[in-house]
């Protein structure tokens, strides 16, 4: 069965300062990985998935296939970046199901 | 547009009484999902429905859980005599469906409190 793990339940990072979120996944596929964003009070939402290669509000993330990963990056942190980070998988083509991490909870320090 | 939309936004029941979450997708969204969001637990998969159909009910906890969608459109999860565990925020999603993996939309979710 797949899994996704995000090792840090808490991060915080001065403003201005790099930032990773950890993601690591175990699927015997070819999966996609998204991560998804939720501020505070406010609802889930998609930042960026793996195959779209884009970055988006400065965040950008790779797949690593040979360490299963899909670390979260942006080399500058703002305030504005803290929130609730989960990452997620979901099968190639077929039942569209996210599994997702625990998430990490990202300060930004001012 | 309207996104995906959810009641009650807060439930607070009994245990041992029966609730029914609604959920309201976007509309031409042909997936549908439900998940729950629990202290500690993160997110988990309960449901997924492609039109009326619910190809994977992997993720409910027990026979106690059910859902349904009518009309491809709106989806009830009906929970029977509640239990504390029960307690989370219950979040419905939709997206386009089979064969795209695109982003799936979250609603506001529906906070259940099991007293």
């Known amino acids: 069965a797949q899994r996704v793990t995000q090792p840090e339940k808490l991060l915080s990072v001065f403003k201005g300062a790099p930032v990773e979120l950890k993601c690591n996944y175990s699927y015997s596929g070819s999966p996609e990985l998204f991560w998804y964003v939720q501020y505070s009070r406010q609802r889930l939402q998609l930042l960026l998935r793996?195959?779209s290669r884009e970055s988006i509000k400065g965040f950008t993330a790779d797949l690593n296939k040979g360490e299963t990963s899909f670390h979260l990056k942006k080399p500058f942190a703002q305030e504005e970046d803290s929130a609730m980070y989960y990452c997620?998988?979901?099968?190639?083509?077929?039942?569209?199901?996210?599994?997702f991490g625990t998430g990490t909870r990202l300060t930004i320090i001012p | 547009g309207a996104g995906v939309s959810q009641s009650p936004s807060n439930k607070v029941t009994e245990k041992g009484k029966d609730v029914e979450l609604r959920c309201d997708p976007i509309?031409?969204?042909?997936?549908l999902y439900w998940y729950r969001q629990s202290l500690g637990q993160g997110l988990e998969f309960l449901i997924y429905?492609?039109?009326?159909?619910?190809?994977?009910k992997s993720g409910l906890p027990s026979d106690r859980f059910s859902a349904e969608r009518t009309g491809g459109s709106v989806s009830t999860l009906t929970i029977q005599r509640t239990q504390q565990e029960d307690s989370a925020v219950y979040l419905c999603?939709?997206?386009?469906?089979?064969?795209?993996?695109?982003?799936?939309?979250f609603g506001p979710g529906t906070r259940l409190t099991v007293t």
């Open positions: 793996h195959i």
């Open positions: 997620a998988l979901s099968e190639n083509f077929g039942n569209e199901k996210l599994t």
């Open positions: 999603a939709s997206s386009l469906g089979r064969g795209r993996p695109y982003e799936q939309y």
């Open positions: 509309s031409g969204h042909t997936a």
């Open positions: 429905f492609q039109g009326n159909s619910a190809p994977d």
